[in-house]
């Protein structure tokens, strides 16, 4: 038997990624830069023995179908010959609600798992692995500002995050304001797909992604939060108005999600600081400066259909 543990946090995109090029490999169709977050992770544990099957506990509840599914297709390619795996993985990230609990996920079953088959990869190797388990976990191996670099190889071995700004670089907080804990209706996956073959939207999407991972690159090294909000918020808002335009159409957008995003802007028209993102989800995320967060976090907390708002600083990589 042998045993291993790791801790990954989670990250939300400033820079999107929607939609993949090769579906079995997770490369994407376009470049993305994105924030770990503290306070936001999954710590998971891989144990290989000679059980019959592999197991996944996640949160405490034994799970099958699917989610079992997908961890051990995940797990063919690194266990070792033969062992079947005992994976335990606590999530503090509210599951599905669009806040890439994914990506921690699988950041952290990617570590665990090469760890306990007693391979030593390298973090670059790790963020390829862990992009095949969910795209978004390649930048959650890194802490800090991550692009994920879209690459150019068939074979995906260019496509994987690399570490632009330290988590000390910049001492930003993501307040995230969870509107509707449920799991979502349409997965990321099925939702680029559609997006990808159907929008009319998608190629102008496209188009634009480049200049806005300059612009972003850009306004992290010189720490300007308005041109950093500023394409963060358009990058967000385009993605989401290519799926109103996919067919059959579908939108993330709920009622409490539109009048979140226009406490936002009100609230930035009166002064107060801050860019809003949002993910394959009904949430909605402020970034802003660090002495903002107490602000934003009651305009986010007096809004009527909030369950609950985080605020997190910019976390580490994997540990
Ligand atoms: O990798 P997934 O399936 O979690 O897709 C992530 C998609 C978005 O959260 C909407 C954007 C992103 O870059 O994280």
Same mark, same amino acid.
């Given at each position: 038997?042998?045993?291993?543990?790791?801790? =990954?946090?989670?990250?939300?995109a400033?820079?999107k990624?929607?939609?993949?090029?090769?579906?079995?490999?997770f490369l994407?169709?376009?470049g993305s830069l994105?924030?770990?977050?503290?306070?936001?992770?999954?710590t !998971? !544990?891989v144990?290989?023995?000679d059980?019959a099957?592999?197991?996944?506990v996640?949160?405490?509840?034994?799970?099958?179908g699917d =989610?079992?599914?997908k961890?051990?297709r995940?797990?063919?390619?690194?266990?070792?010959d033969?062992?079947?795996?005992?994976?335990?993985?606590?999530?503090h990230?509210? !599951?599905?609600?669009?806040l890439a609990?994914s990506?921690?996920?699988? $950041?952290?079953?990617?570590?665990?798992?090469s760890?306990?088959? *007693?391979?030593?990869?390298?973090p670059?190797?790790?963020?390829?692995?862990?992009?095949q388990?969910s795209g978004?976990?390649?930048r959650s191996i890194? *802490?800090g500002?991550v692009e994920?670099?879209r690459?150019?190889?068939?074979d *995906?071995?260019?496509?994987h995050?690399?570490p632009?700004?330290?988590?000390?670089?910049w001492?930003?907080?993501?307040l995230?304001?969870v509107?509707?804990?449920?799991p979502k $209706?349409v997965?990321?996956?099925?939702?680029?797909?559609?997006t990808?073959?159907t929008?009319?939207?998608?190629?102008g999407?496209?188009?634009?992604?480049?200049?806005?991972?300059?612009?972003a690159r850009a306004a992290?090294?010189t720490?300007?939060?308005d041109a950093l909000?500023?394409v963060m918020?358009?990058?967000?808002?385009?993605m989401?108005? !290519?799926?109103?335009?996919a067919?059959?159409?579908?939108?993330?957008?709920?009622?409490?999600?539109l009048a979140a995003?226009?406490?936002v802007?009100?609230a930035?028209?009166?002064?107060?600081?801050?860019?809003?993102t949002?993910?394959?989800?009904?949430n909605v995320?402020?970034?802003?400066a660090?002495?903002?967060?107490p $602000?934003w976090?009651?305009c986010l907390?007096?809004?009527?259909?909030?369950v609950?708002?985080?605020c997190?600083g910019p976390?580490?990589?994997?540990?």
């Open positions: 038997m042998s045993s291993a543990s790791a801790r =990954a946090h989670a990250n939300i400033l820079v990624y929607w939609g993949k090029r090769d579906e079995a490999l994407p169709t376009n994105s924030l770990t977050l503290d306070g936001l992770y999954t !998971t !544990t144990t290989y023995g059980g099957a592999d197991r996944l996640l949160d405490g509840v034994e799970q099958g =989610a079992l599914a961890v051990s995940f797990l063919d390619r690194v266990r070792p033969g062992l079947r795996a005992f994976v335990e993985s606590e999530n990230v509210p !599951t599905a609600a669009g609990s990506a921690s996920a699988f $950041a952290a079953l990617a570590v665990a798992a760890r306990a088959a *007693g391979l030593a990869l390298t670059d190797e790790l963020s390829r692995l862990a992009r388990g978004s976990a390649c890194y *802490g500002f994920w670099r690459g150019e190889r068939a *995906g071995a260019d496509s995050g690399v632009i700004a330290p988590q000390a670089h001492d930003v907080r993501m995230v304001a509107l509707v804990k449920a $209706a997965s990321s996956r099925e939702g680029m797909r559609r990808v073959q929008s009319p939207f998608y190629p999407w496209l188009a634009s992604v480049d200049s806005d991972l300059a612009a992290i090294a720490r300007d939060l909000g500023t918020e358009a990058s967000a808002l385009k989401h108005a !290519t799926m109103l335009a067919q059959p159409p579908f939108t993330y957008l709920r009622p409490a999600s995003i226009q406490a802007w009100d930035r028209a009166a002064g107060l600081n801050g860019y809003l949002m993910d394959a989800g009904p995320k402020v970034l802003c660090a002495a903002d967060a $602000a976090q009651a907390a007096a809004l009527p259909d909030v609950e708002v985080l997190c976390g580490p990589g994997v540990a």
